[in-house]
């Protein structure tokens, strides 16, 4: 067999290599109980107890207080763009959004179905390399959404706007990566499969004074309220998802949460991006104050020489180093789970290439 590869792919992405161990041992034998994890009844006590105890982690890593409910929903991230308008839009009401990249677009697209998507601002005469800043958010609005960090292009939002209105947020690509108040936002979501667990299943954490407001018919899955009435179980939920999140958040929380990790996030991508300035075989794509700590997002000066940058990756066990579609260049995923040692065989496959180019 060969050895695990540096898995740098933006989603799914890498867990740690614990959590693992302890997935393939569930999917034999859950906990001794003679069934697999991924036989066990949603309605049974042992799932029951994994999905309290991992709202609870999410309450307790995140600190938010109690006004709040913790779901874990189908359909991934990409559905929140359509259920972010259907709970908090009134009819012919407007959504305000800041436009950083595809998924903001994506998001766009959504609230544009049901009502008005109102752009406040957009980074996209720039190929999305920075965040705007000096926008104006209508006091009018239903609410306000952003993307935190912007997976396809490598920025990352520090500063969110003091509004009246709902704030929310995607935050599928750093959930979890570094400390906020997020008592600040009053909708968080996030596709599992970056930060969280494992595809198929999106994190959503409302405040629950914010819904109600709407005078739309919402469709029972698509409906946040009754959600959380049915506990996070309208329907059979995503159980193999929500206990790999149950595993990943213990061990984030074992590392001391989000204050732990966050030491070693800015570790990581420190050294990467001081690499990336200093070889001058390479740039970093992103505006430098604006440079996300979870995707890293640089290009190869001479792009003839692709393939031999793209061997000495192969070589290293290198992989999902490649940009998205939309962006080109190269894209290192460095999420929580990601260890500084796969990040040092990066710096060193990139330093190798500077040498044979010498
Ligand atoms: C990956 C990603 C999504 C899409 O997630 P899905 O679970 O595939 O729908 C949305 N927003 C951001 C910021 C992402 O990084």
Request: one cysteine or more; glycine letters at 6%; a negative charge.
């Amino acid at each position: 067999m060969k050895e695990k590869k540096h898995n740098f792919c933006a989603g799914p992405s890498t867990l740690p290599q614990e959590v693992f161990e302890q997935l393939s041992k569930a999917v034999i034998n859950y906990n001794d109980t003679g069934l697999s994890i991924l036989e066990t009844s949603h309605r049974s006590d042992s799932f029951l107890e994994i999905l309290h105890k991992t709202q609870d982690l999410v309450k307790d890593l995140l600190q938010i207080s109690d006004d709040y409910s913790v779901l874990f929903l189908h359909g991934g991230a990409s559905l929140e763009f359509l259920l972010v308008p259907y709970n908090l839009m009134k009819i012919g009401g407007t959504g305000a959004y800041l436009d950083t990249g595809r998924w903001s677009s994506k998001a766009i697209h959504e609230a544009n179905i049901l009502g008005n998507a109102k752009i406040v601002a957009s980074s996209k005469d720039k190929n999305y390399n920075y965040i705007p800043t000096n926008y104006h958010v209508p006091t009018d609005a239903d609410y306000f959404h952003c993307t935190t960090n912007n997976t396809i292009y490598g920025t990352q939002i520090n500063e969110f706007p003091d509004i009246e209105i709902p704030l929310v947020a995607d935050m599928s690509s750093d959930i979890f990566s570094r400390q906020m108040d997020f008592n600040k936002f009053d909708l968080i979501y996030a596709g599992a499969q970056k930060n969280v667990g494992t595809a198929g299943c999106a994190l959503v954490v409302v405040k629950n004074s914010i819904l109600g407001k709407t005078d739309r018919k919402i469709p029972t899955l698509l409906d946040y309220q009754k959600h959380i009435d049915n506990g996070s179980l309208s329907n059979t939920p995503t159980v193999f998802a929500i206990y790999t999140a149950y595993l990943n958040l213990t061990w984030l929380k074992n590392k001391g949460g989000i204050q732990g990790i966050e030491v070693e996030n800015n570790r990581k991508a420190s050294f990467l991006y001081e690499e990336i300035d200093r070889n001058p075989f390479f740039e970093g794509t992103a505006r430098t104050e604006d440079r996300s700590k979870m995707n890293v997002t640089f290009n190869l000066k001479n792009t003839d020489k692709e393939n031999l940058f793209q061997e000495l990756c192969d070589d290293a066990g290198i992989s999902g180093i490649v940009g998205h579609r939309s962006a080109g260049g190269y894209r290192a995923s460095i999420y929580n789970a990601m260890p500084f040692e796969s990040i040092e065989i990066l710096v060193d496959t990139l330093r190798k290439f500077e040498k044979k180019l010498n």
